[in-house]
């Protein structure tokens, strides 16, 4: 079974993001394997195990995102792609995904992976876009794969109120919940490993895209501050905090 | 006149209300028309065309039901060839951000997903950074595509009515390959989250699932609803119906008492329209006291008893 899974390399989610003019400031700053995406390598390398087969880390962005492939590698995958091309900077997801696409095309695969969002910009439209392109059906929102064999999968999709059981054909791709497994972690082994696997550095003309097909169309306008909700009172808990919340329900009339 | 298309949900036969936000937003905009595909659309149309749709374009056909988003997208991109709309406004739900995911790729047009705002019939507006930046963007592609989040327009009824249009498109066999076979209900009690006046909600500060039922006590006596963060869903504390935030349910109460929430984005996207918030945390640096009306730092453990107390006393 020949597995692809999409991951991105991401300012660190845990350091307050800036701008660099309209768009998000990646250069200087920290950047890993998108947390979202660990639960696609863990779910790809499930079903190897499974299964037997391959699994292939593609990722878009800059030369620093080849830490981000590197990571899934050294959890188990077997090999990366990275496109990277200075014309891809910027990229919406309709780019992202007509790149991603030709990057995927090259190989037959049997499954696409990829988090239900990405933690930087979490629209969850890309992987919908991708599987249009590819030409295969999708299911995102994963939070239980059930079974896959050569031709079929069987996953839980979560919804609004609950679940529902879906039946895909293969190919197709998938998104997956954070609730879908436990990654794990790189060991010392893997990391060594990682070291060794081929990830493959491609640009645009390598995919056959010109410059016209990765043409950013969409465009900021403008950014302004939003009118900022006001901190209230913040206080130490003395032991008169539950008064002093009763209080205010009262004073809002929920009691 | 510009033609603005809003894409209607319905879900079991019934009409998702968020449609309708969309089309009170519609009506300022241009000429309005609906889409609604699958079993009770032509039920849906009557309430979309009090709403503001001149014309429905709607099928009952049950492959809209049965598959997931590939009978949809093929199906809106004969419509647009045939009618041409300008601008399509789609909820951002599971189902509808699949399917104008795959529009794009069918009509070129770029996505804009998470808008909180539509401008003109070519400009739409996004909130970034936990709702600290708004951003204006360009809509580009022909029609425009745009998904709204949820609670973005307070829906009113215009008084009009539909003409309802049938759709007549041929699904072919390789749009049915993502089937669903089962469907889980997974409801809570109480009032429904998302039309609560009062939500109370938990996250990982609560240190153990089984905590979570002095929320349940508490929502109770504040004749509120119980939520969660995705933390505590993904960990399997509570069922994924009461997530609240960019993944989940967006909640615009009166009051929302956050417990042992820090405030990620993820989270705050789905409650700070909230009128007024409570947070309680052990964490004086935690984000959601930025925006909180009344912040206590201490054990939530310690102060949700204490506080179910109070409330008894004062409400007698």
Not at chain 2, 34 to 47: H, I, N, R, S
Not at chain 2, 146 to 156: A, C, D, N, Q, T
């Amino acid at each position: 079974m020949n597995i692809v899974v999409c991951v991105k390399h991401i300012p660190d989610p845990n350091v307050p993001p800036e701008m660099d003019g309209d768009r998000l400031k990646r250069q200087g700053v920290q950047g890993v394997l998108d947390p979202g995406d660990e639960f696609g390598v863990e779910a790809a390398l499930q079903l190897k195990e499974a299964n037997g087969g391959e699994v292939t880390l593609v990722s878009m962005g800059p030369e620093a995102a080849r830490e981000a492939v590197t990571r899934g590698l050294s959890m188990g995958a077997d090999k990366g792609i990275l496109i990277s091309d200075d014309a891809l900077a910027g990229a919406d997801a309709l780019v992202t995904a007509r790149v991603l696409a030709a990057a995927i095309k090259r190989n037959e695969f049997d499954l696409v992976i990829a988090g239900v969002e990405s933690t930087d910009g979490y629209t969850g439209t890309m992987p919908g876009t991708l599987a249009e392109f590819l030409g295969v059906p999708q299911v995102t929102f994963v939070k239980t794969v059930e079974s896959v064999d050569g031709s079929t999968a069987k996953v839980d999709r979560q919804t609004a109120t609950g679940y529902h059981v879906v039946e895909c054909s293969l190919p197709a791709v998938l998104t997956v919940t954070a609730g879908v497994n436990e990654p794990r972690y790189a060991s010392f082994k893997g990391i060594m490993a990682a070291k060794k696997k081929p990830l493959e550095q491609v640009s645009l003309g390598d995919l056959g895209l010109s410059g016209d097909d990765v043409a950013i169309k969409q465009k900021i306008a403008q950014i302004t501050p939003a009118e900022e909700r006001k901190a209230g009172e913040v206080f130490e808990d003395d032991g008169t905090g539950a008064a002093k919340i009763a209080d205010f329900l009262k004073e809002a009339k929920v009691i | 006149m510009s033609k603005i298309w809003v894409y209607a949900e319905v879900h079991e036969g019934k009409l998702d209300p968020a449609a309708l936000e969309l089309l009170t937003k519609a009506r300022d905009l241009g000429d309005t028309e609906a889409v609604v595909l699958g079993a009770g659309a032509k039920e849906a149309a009557t309430t979309l065309g009090e709403y503001g749709a001149s014309v429905v374009h709607a099928s009952e056909d049950t492959t809209y039901d049965d598959y997931i988003a590939q009978p949809h997208a093929h199906a809106l991109n004969e419509l647009i060839s045939q009618h041409s709309p300008d601008l399509i406004l789609f909820p951002n739900t599971y189902d509808a951000r699949d399917i104008a995911g795959r529009l794009s790729a069918k009509t070129g047009s770029t996505l804009m997903g998470n808008a909180t705002d539509v401008l003109s019939v070519d400009k739409a507006q996004t909130a970034i950074f936990g709702g600290t930046q708004l951003v204006d963007v360009d809509l580009e592609g022909s029609p425009k595509l745009v998904l709204v989040r949820p609670k973005s327009f307070e829906p009113s009824a215009s008084g009009g009515s539909a003409t309802v249009q049938d759709v007549t498109v041929d699904l072919p066999e390789d749009v049915k390959k993502a089937k669903r076979v089962e469907r889980h209900e997974e409801q809570s009690s109480g009032p429904k989250l998302d039309a609560a006046a009062v939500v109370v909600s938990g996250g990982r500060g609560l240190q153990e699932p089984d905590n979570f039922k002095l929320l349940d006590e508490l929502a109770s006596l504040l004749g509120g609803a119980v939520g969660a963060t995705r933390a505590v869903v993904d960990a399997g504390w509570v069922p994924y119906a009461m997530q609240i935030g960019q993944t989940g349910i967006t909640v615009k109460p009166g009051v929302y008492i956050a417990v042992g929430i820090s405030g990620a984005t993820q989270h705050m996207v789905g409650m700070k329209g909230a009128k007024k918030i409570i947070a309680i945390n052990k964490d004086e640096e935690a984000p959601i006291f930025s925006i909180a009306d009344i912040g206590v730092v201490g054990d939530a453990l310690k102060i949700v008893p204490q506080l179910i107390e109070e409330v008894k006393n004062r409400k007698g």
